[in-house]
């Protein structure tokens, strides 16, 4: 069978869920020839978010950006191999839902089946001039900036005040981190460390809002333990070049500013705009089967899709767990859809977390059981480890896992 004869399953974005997605479908379109998966990305890799947090905190001196990029990224080209999933890199301008044409920057494609998973971006608030002073954590290029940022202020100047705005798993993972390079950072540079300060600010009354109590204090006991201050309750209402407003009445002097306060969907490129509802964090809702009630062979996964927790009916959680599942899923239903069969309602997994604070230390959060220090710390490499192997040959994931390892634990 030709390619023109060929229907068409297309994947937008290969991050967790669009990766997770195509994954699947390999596996099970196996023997078919009919179709052709072919999955878009404007980026040739995958970022794997949980290390930039890592990743923002190497020191530069030590650790050169192409090895910062080596530990964060996995190209399309090693999870993908030889498989038969086309890989397209391209920047998505628009989807036309209703004859499944998607229009990117350089070429138009057609899909019978289609996945959005183009994932999020920072969610400003509208809080004046944040966009413009704040340093986002959502990319390779964020976190490589960020640590260029932070060696500049160490060596041109006696003392320094750095914001981390948001108190959840990005934000506290990232002041941890921070403060380790900080110390590294002086000691380089014969700085006094006590100058060089580092406050996060959290609109909730304590860190990790929405998980547990128990949590909340474990990372608040670690991260005062190391002089990071904390401000609960507490919104930045205003940025500028060097300060930063909380609660529209304080003023803070601020050398920089590291947004991690929240994230919202990207705003689906649709070429007919109004078809689609969003919920307020533009995310699309879908149906129990992650498609769309009007369009069923169109499926939404990962943080671009608004799923709905059966009983308490609230939205399940951004994470790249839910999104890899939620990608698995689609793929599984789209497989059931081409030859006839009712898709299946989705089911979300457990929930579990292992949240790193600052060096060998990590707190292993699941509603029943909650383990904190080294062991947390071993149990989150070990998810890594479980990641590489989910998407990549075993060698290769090894090779990514002692290689990251390698990297990140000069941090600590
Ligand atoms: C700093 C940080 C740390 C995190 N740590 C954790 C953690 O420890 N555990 C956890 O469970 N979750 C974590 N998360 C959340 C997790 O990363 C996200 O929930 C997850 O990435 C969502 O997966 P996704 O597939 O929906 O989107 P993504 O993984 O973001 O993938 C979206 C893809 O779409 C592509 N794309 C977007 N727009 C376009 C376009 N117009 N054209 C072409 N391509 C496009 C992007 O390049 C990207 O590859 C973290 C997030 C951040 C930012």
């Not at 920047?91 to 499944?100: A, C, F, R, T």
């Amino acid at each position: 069978m030709n390619n023109l004869e060929k229907k068409h399953i297309v994947i937008l974005g290969g991050g967790f869920a669009g990766v997770a997605c195509a994954l699947e479908l390999k596996k099970l379109l196996a023997d078919n020839d009919e179709y052709e998966i072919v999955l878009i990305d404007k980026k040739a890799y995958q970022t794997y978010h949980a290390g930039l947090y890592e990743a923002a905190t190497t020191e530069h001196g030590l650790v050169e950006a192409k090895k910062v990029k080596r530990a964060v990224t996995i190209p399309y080209t090693d999870i993908f191999g030889k498989t038969k999933i086309k890989v397209f890199k391209a920047y998505i301008d628009k989807i036309n839902l209703p004859d499944g044409k998607i229009i990117t920057d350089s070429r138009i494609l057609s899909s019978d089946y289609l996945l959005i998973a183009l994932g999020s971006v920072a969610d400003f608030y509208g809080i004046p001039n944040l966009d413009k002073h704040g340093f986002t954590l959502k990319s390779l290029e964020d976190a490589v900036m960020i640590r260029n940022r932070v060696e500049d202020l160490v060596l041109h100047n006696d003392k320094v005040q750095i914001v981390v705005g948001g108190g959840g798993f990005a934000g506290a993972e990232f002041a941890g981190e921070l403060h380790n390079l900080l110390q590294k950072e002086c000691l380089h540079h014969n700085k006094k460390c006590e100058n060089f300060k580092v406050m996060v600010v959290e609109g909730a009354p304590g860190f990790l809002p929405g998980l547990s109590d128990k949590v909340s204090k474990l990372v608040y006991n670690r991260l005062s333990g190391i002089g990071i201050e904390t401000k609960f309750s507490t919104l930045i209402t205003e940025a500028g070049k060097d300060y930063v407003v909380l609660n529209n009445t304080e003023r803070v002097s601020c050398d920089l500013l590291v947004w991690t306060g929240g994230v919202r969907s990207c705003r689906l490129p649709l070429a007919i705009n109004s078809i689609l509802e969003r919920d307020k964090k533009d995310r699309t809702p879908v149906t129990e089967f992650l498609n769309l009630k009007s369009f069923p062979n169109v499926f939404v996964a990962g943080d671009d899709a608004c799923v709905l927790e059966a009983k308490t009916k609230k939205p399940l959680p951004q994470t790249a767990q839910e999104a890899i599942r939620q990608g698995k899923h689609a793929g599984r239903n789209i497989f059931r859809l081409i030859h006839g069969r009712q898709p299946l309602p989705y089911h979300p997994g457990p929930t579990r977390f292992v949240i790193p604070v600052s060096g060998k230390y990590a707190i292993l959060y699941t509603p029943n059981l909650i383990i904190s220090g080294f062991v947390g710390w071993a149990i989150r490499r070990l998810a890594d480890m479980r990641y590489f192997l989910s998407i990549l040959p075993f060698w290769k994931a090894l090779s990514y896992w002692m290689f990251e390892n390698k990297i990140f634990t000069k941090n600590d």
